[in-house]
C-alpha cells in the first residue's frame, strides 16, 4: 500500500511537471514570437516613416511652386523633385478642390468632390484619376487655400510589409483605413489579437495580424523537441523522487530517523545469581516503537544496523537513555549490578564507545552500578595495536566484558585470548531442550570448562522452564537469563525491582 500511494504521487508528479513545462514553454513560445514581431513591426515603421519623410520632403520644397500656374518652370522642378527623391511618383498642385498641375499629366483641369481638399496630412487613395486602378499613400501639405499631394506607390510599402511575411500579416492603418501586403486598401475594424506598433513621426500605425492561430499541432510541430525533453526531464525526476519515497519508507531510513529522533527506548532483561535467583545484572535490549508500525522486533532492525553502520549510534543511544533514567532514581541505594550494553566489531573502531563508558561512569560514580559490554561477534573484532589499547582504557574504567554468543559466529577462542572477557555467554541456541539433548548438554559443559580454565563466569541465556534452570544450575553455570525469570522490561520497573529484590 505504502508503494501503491508513492507510485501515485509520482506519477501525478511526471504530469504536473509535464504540463507546467509545456505550459511554460508555450507562453515562452508565445513571448518569443510576440517580442520577435514588436522588433520586426518596429524596423518595418522605421523604413516607412523614411519613405514617408520622402514624401514630406517633396511636399515642403514643392510649396515654393504653389503660384497657381503650371509653366514649363513648375513643371521642370516638381519633376526634378520626383527624380530626385526617392519613393515619390508623383507630385500635385491644388488650388481649392481644383488639381491644375501633376508631375505626370503636366497641365491639368480637375475638379474633386465635396470633401476635398483633405484635412489629414496623410492618408490612403484606393482609386484615383492620377494613378487608376492603383492605391497610393498620399501626403498632403497645405498652406492656405493652395495644397500639395505627393503620391508614393505602394509598392514601395507593400515591399516593406512582405518583408517578414510568415506566420504573421503586417497591415499599415492610416486613418480608420489599412493597406495590406498585397495593395488591398479596407475600411473593416481589424481583429483581434493583432500587436500594432504606431508611428511617432506620423500619424499611422502598422498591425502583425496572425495568419494561423497557434494550436497544439502547430505547436508540436515548432516544438516537438523540447516538448520530447520535457517529458524525459519529468520522467527522470519522478524516477528519482520515487526511489526518494521508497528509501523514506524503507527501514534503514525509517530506522536512521528513528536514533535521530530518539524513538529506540531501552529494556532491561535482568540476570539472576543462578542458586539464589537474585537479580545481579541486566542486559539492555533497545527497542523500536515505531509511531506507524508499531512494535519493530530487534531482529528486524539490529542485523540492519549492523550492515549499515548504525550499530555504535544505538550503543552511544542505548548508553545515553540509560544515563537520562537515571534523574529520577536515588543510584545509592541500589545493590550491586552490573548493566550490560550490547557492542560489535564496529564499536571498537573509535573513540565513541570510550567515551560513552565514560559519561555511565561519571553518573554512576560512588555508587554499586556498573557497566558492561556484551561483544556480539557477528563481524570480527580487529586485532589491532588501536582495539588492545581501547580495551586497556576500558578496563582501566572498570568496564566489564562478556563474550556474547560464544561458539557461535566470530565469538570463539581467538576471541578470549584477545579481548579477555570476564564474563561467557551461552547461547540459547545451545541451552533449549539440554534436559533431553545430550549433544547439546556436552557443548555446555566444555564452555563452562573453557570459562573455568580461562578465570571467566558464564551466562546461560533463553532459561524458560524450572527444569533448564534445575539442569544448568547443577552444571555450575554461574548466571541465568531468560523468560522463566523475566521479559525485557521498561528501566524504570526494573530499577524499582532491582530496589526491592523482587521479580
Known amino acids: 500500500m505504502r508503494y501503491r500511494n508513492s507510485i501515485i504521487i509520482c506519477i501525478t508528479l511526471f504530469f504536473v511537471l509535464c504540463a507546467a513545462g509545456v505550459s511554460f514553454l508555450f507562453h515562452q513560445l508565445i513571448t518569443n514570437q510576440k517580442k520577435l514581431t514588436q522588433n520586426h513591426l518596429q524596423t518595418i515603421v522605421g523604413e516607412l516613416d523614411s519613405i514617408i519623410s520622402n514624401a514630406s520632403i ?18 521642370t522642378e516638381v519633376r526634378k523633385l520626383v527624380a530626385t527623391l526617392p519613393d515619390v511618383t508623383t507630385i500635385n498642385l491644388l488650388q481649392g478642390k481644383h488639381l491644375y498641375c501633376s508631375s505626370i499629366f503636366g497641365g491639368v483641369n480637375f475638379t474633386s468632390d465635396a470633401h476635398w481638399p483633405p484635412t489629414k496630412s496623410l492618408f490612403l487613395m484606393s482609386d484615383n484619376s492620377v494613378k487608376p486602378s492603383k492605391s497610393l499613400l498620399v501626403y498632403h501639405v497645405s498652406r492656405g487655400e493652395k495644397s500639395v499631394m505627393v503620391g508614393l506607390d505602394n509598392y514601395y510599402i507593400q515591399n516593406e510589409l512582405k518583408k517578414y511575411h510568415g506566420s504573421y500579416s503586417y497591415i499599415m492603418t492610416v486613418n480608420g483605413v489599412s493597406l495590406d501586403a498585397t495593395g488591398n486598401i479596407f475600411k473593416n475594424l481589424l481583429p483581434e489579437g493583432q500587436i500594432t506598433y504606431s508611428s511617432t513621426q506620423f500619424k499611422y500605425s502598422v498591425s502583425a495580424l496572425p495568419l494561423v492561430p497557434l494550436s497544439l499541432l502547430t505547436f508540436w510541430q515548432s516544438e516537438h523537441d523540447r516538448i520530447l525533453l520535457i517529458f524525459l526531464i519529468s520522467g527522470g525526476l519522478s524516477i528519482l523522487f520515487l526511489k526518494y519515497l521508497i528509501h523514506r519508507q524503507s527501514m534503514f531510513f525509517m530506522l536512521r530517523e528513528a536514533i535521530d529522533n530518539n524513538q529506540l527506548e531501552p529494556f532491561i532483561q535482568p540476570i539472576v545469581e543462578a542458586r539464589s535467583g537474585n537479580i545481579v545484572a541486566g542486559e539492555i535490549l533497545m527497542r523500536w516503537q515505531h509511531p506507524k508500525w ?11 544496523a549492523e550492515k549499515n553502520g548504525l550499530v555504535s549510534r544505538i550503543t552511544e543511544l542505548g548508553i545515553q537513555s540509560v544515563i537520562r533514567s537515571f534523574e529520577s532514581l536515588d543510584l545509592k541505594s541500589l545493590p550491586l549490578t552490573t548493566l550490560f ?39 570480527a573484532v580487529e586485532d589491532s595495536a588501536f582495539v588492545r589499547e581501547l580495551c586497556q582504557q576500558l578496563d582501566m574504567l572498570g568496564v566489564t566484558l562478556s563474550a556474547d554468543d560464544f561458539g557461535t559466529g566470530h565469538c570463539n577462542y581467538k576471541l578470549l585470548m584477545q579481548l579477555r572477557p570476564r564474563y561467557i555467554k551461552i547461547d540459547k541456541h545451545f541451552t533449549q ?22 578465570g571467566c563466569l558464564t551466562i546461560a541465556e533463553g532459561v524458560e522452564s524450572a ?31 532491582l530496589q526491592h529484590s523482587t521479580l
Open 294 to 304: 508499531g512494535n519493530v522486533p530487534p531482529d528486524r532492525f539490529i542485523p540492519l
Open 467 to 497: 527444569s533448564q534452570r534445575e539442569k544448568l544450575v547443577a552444571m555450575g553455570v554461574s548466571f541465568l537469563q531468560g523468560y522463566f525469570f523475566s521479559r525485557p522490561i521498561k528501566a524504570a520497573v526494573f530499577f524499582d525491582k
Open 433 to 454: 531442550e539440554i534436559e533431553t539433548d545430550e549433544g547439546k548438554e556436552a557443548i555446555v559443559r566444555n564452555i563452562i570448562a573453557i570459562a573455568k580454565d580461562r
Open 341 to 379: 550494553f550490547n557492542v560489535s566489531a564496529a564499536d571498537f573502531a573509535g573513540h565513541s564507545l570510550l567515551n560513552a563508558c565514560q559519561s555511565f561512569r561519571d553518573k554512576t560514580a560512588n555508587t554499586a552500578l556498573h557497566i558492561g559490554l556484551e561483544i556480539t561477534e557477528r563481524v
Open 58 to 75: 517633396a511636399g515642403n520644397r514643392a510649396t515654393d511652386l504653389l503660384n497657381g500656374q503650371c509653366n514649363n518652370k513648375v513643371q
